[in-house]
């Protein structure tokens, strides 16, 4: 896929450039996007024959799958701040720690596949994360609103939670908007919900 | 109905303390959840048969009622900085503009009565209100733990909301928890959606 939208916050755009190790989550996760291709493809092809046509969560398991297999983030890491109460906060959808010698440095990510009131959940659940000292940068990931078309219905998009990011100014925040590179009505449908999705053991979180 | 518990920002707890008219808002406001009472009692008495059993929707519109009719605030505030666009976020519930010779202030209120996803939306909207200077007080209203169980299914409470109000800090912004005085099987049932709503005219806000 592609990022054609995106929003580094001031906090972030500092980090970002003082710190190698926020450098390389930001890649980690831009990588994702663009290395989420259709299979025999080099690049990502969406079934446009109609509206809400395709499932977003095989979208969602290849960026996370890559994170995980090229890039060692792991799944579902609760937030202590929470107290693994989960009506509080589920946890950060995948997340990683990275460390040098000298550094120690956390990034959590979410990619939402939600309505807009939910986002704005991941959005205050990430930025409690970094509030409470538990993440040192954070980043949601979601479609741009011409590729949500043809997503499961109702699922957020980019643009739908722009007016908001002006909250996040002051935070360590990123938003993807990412989008397919090419859209044909001969492209496999993308199944929804869980069906159609090849069983995979998740890399998930341990708590030590 | 009586207040069980309360979020006060620390930016709320000054204005309150330092501008009349913020602490005439919040008066305002206090009076219309203590003042909503069961007709012909002095107190809220809830119906308690069994879990969801009420809706909640005449419990906001008899606070919304008291705040329009004895405080003459209006409802359907649209925030400028959306443009009017609903996709990007609705008006603002219930606004007042208090003015005195010397000054002026703007107060706005939300009551929840979605699930907490929406909650979450509701008090981004309203601190997007505070960020972009067109609201000087945001408040939030909703039924505690307790009181929810016989309300709607899945209506947010305050406790579900509560690990999230230190994104507020800053942002004068207040968080009412509101309960029933009392709990009995003989009281009337609250009729759910617009079932059982009498027609009643809304003091809507008029753009100039």
């Not at 990619?111 to 040192?136: C, P, Q, W």
């Not at 939670?161 to 909250?167: A, K, R, S």
Request: hydrophobic content about 35%; charged content about 25%; some cysteine.
């Amino acid at each position: 896929m592609k990022i054609a939208k995106q929003y580094v916050s001031e906090a972030a755009e500092y980090l970002i450039r003082t710190n190698e190790l926020a450098a390389q989550a930001f890649q980690e996760v831009r990588s994702s996007i663009l290395n989420n291709v259709t299979p025999g493809s080099n690049h990502f092809i969406l079934n446009c024959t109609s509206k809400n046509c395709n499932g977003v969560v095989p979208v969602k398991e290849r960026c996370y799958q890559i994170l995980e297999e090229e890039f060692e983030w792991y799944r579902e890491k609760p937030l202590t701040y929470f107290h693994e109460d989960a009506q509080k906060g589920g946890p950060i959808d995948v997340y990683k720690e990275f460390t040098t010698e000298r550094s120690f440095f956390r990034a959590g990510l979410e990619f939402e596949t939600g309505n807009i009131s939910s986002a704005h959940r991941s959005m205050n659940k990430l930025y409690v994360g970094i509030k409470k000292g538990e993440l040192d940068l954070a980043m949601l990931m979601m479609p741009i609103k011409k590729m949500s078309f043809y997503l499961t219905d109702r699922v957020s998009n980019y643009e739908e939670l722009e007016p908001y990011f002006l909250l996040l100014d002051k935070v360590p925040f990123i938003v993807f908007g990412f989008d397919a590179e090419e859209y044909s009505t001969d492209a496999p449908l993308l199944p929804k919900g869980k069906d159609g999705m090849s069983p995979r053991t998740i890399r998930k979180w341990q708590s030590s």
